[in-house]
């Protein structure tokens, strides 16, 4: 997947300089913001969104709340749910 990212960076990069008024927003994990900063410099503007772990437990609720299976939600899956935080990696 790296060298299709790194071609469509520099198209990408090829379209801003073409084209300055163009504006393009990226979403990713922190990981590939180097590699969008190396391509795109000094067009790129890096904002990092951080979820909180009410954030991270308040999702699959809000699935659960959808399910048809009223009964779906029982204490063993509260504990799954309170512990997913704790094991979730850097988004």
Sequence with gaps: MAQYRTKLLHSL???L???PGIRIFLAGRAHV??????????????V???PTKSDII???????KE???????DKGLEEIIKSIPD?????
């Design 48 to 50: 990092s969104i951080t």
């Design 58 to 64: 308040r999702f699959p609720r809000a699935k659960l």
């Design 17 to 19: 300089q073409m084209s």
């Design 67 to 73: 399910d048809i299976t009223s009964d779906a939600m």
């Design 33 to 46: 913001r180097d590699e969008v900063e190396k391509h795109l410099a000094g067009s790129a503007v890096a």
């Design 13 to 15: 990069e090829q379209g």
């Design 87 to 91: 094991t979730v990696s850097e988004m």
